[in-house]
């Protein structure tokens, strides 16, 4: 897997992030500096975290031997996992759009609503983090990409969604979704031309 592949994949998560950051930027009257910085490494922390949980599930001995003995195979099945999971966002926004958001004043940071929605938007990096596993990348390297892009998407959401409101919160979605369906896409085209 390319480093252009892993930024791709990694700026393509990170747009959920984005999106929930400029929903509370639309919503704050004034941002507060010592919560954002909590809750930029809360929604960080979390993307990292999944990302190494996800890929530590490929250490279990069952499966390592599995995708260690047939690696063809398994590059296969971590490509499928990306551009299914790009589907998935995808697909995901599309269904939020219907729903209409409303902009309200709320400059309170609730913990509780802020950790769900970092478990929630962790979600796609923890099946991510097992694609990188099923492809060998080394997750160190990975986390801390995927949390530098991840803090960036944060700050940016945050201040965009303060400036603009969050009327294009769910095109940033189709639009991650998107880049990880490009990225996996190119995994499974050099899958088939190793074949």
């Known amino acids: ?11 393509g998560l990170s747009l959920d992030v984005f999106a929930y950051c400029l929903y509370k930027g639309a919503m704050v009257s004034e941002i507060n500096k010592k919560e954002f910085v909590k809750m930029v490494l809360i929604f960080t922390g979390f993307q990292a975290g999944m990302l190494i949980i996800g890929n530590v599930i490929t ?45 309200r004043k709320e400059d309170t940071y609730d913990y509780r609503v802020i950790v769900l929605w970092a478990f929630i938007t962790s979600l796609d990096a923890l099946i991510a983090g097992v694609g ?47 880049l990880v369906l490009i990225g996996g896409a190119d995994l499974l085209v050099n899958y088939l031309t190793a074949v």
Do not use: D
């Not at 897997?1 to 700026?11: E, K, R, S, V």
């Not at 063809?72 to 995808?90: P, T």
């Open 59 to 103: 250490w279990i001995p069952a499966i390592h031997k599995a995708y260690a003995s047939a690696n063809l195979i398994w590059m296969f099945f971590a490509s499928l996992m990306f551009f299914g999971l790009g589907i998935l966002m995808i697909v995901k926004s599309f269904t939020k759009r219907k729903k209409k958001i409303s902009e």
């Open 1 to 11: 897997m390319g480093l252009w592949q892993t930024n791709l994949i990694a700026i």
């Open 132 to 178: 990188f596993g099923f492809l060998g990348l080394g997750i160190i390297g990975a986390a801390i990409l995927v949390a530098a892009i991840t803090a960036l998407s944060a700050v940016v959401g945050m201040l965009c969604g303060y400036r603009l409101g969050c009327g294009p919160m769910n095109k940033f979605v189709t639009v991650g979704g998107c």
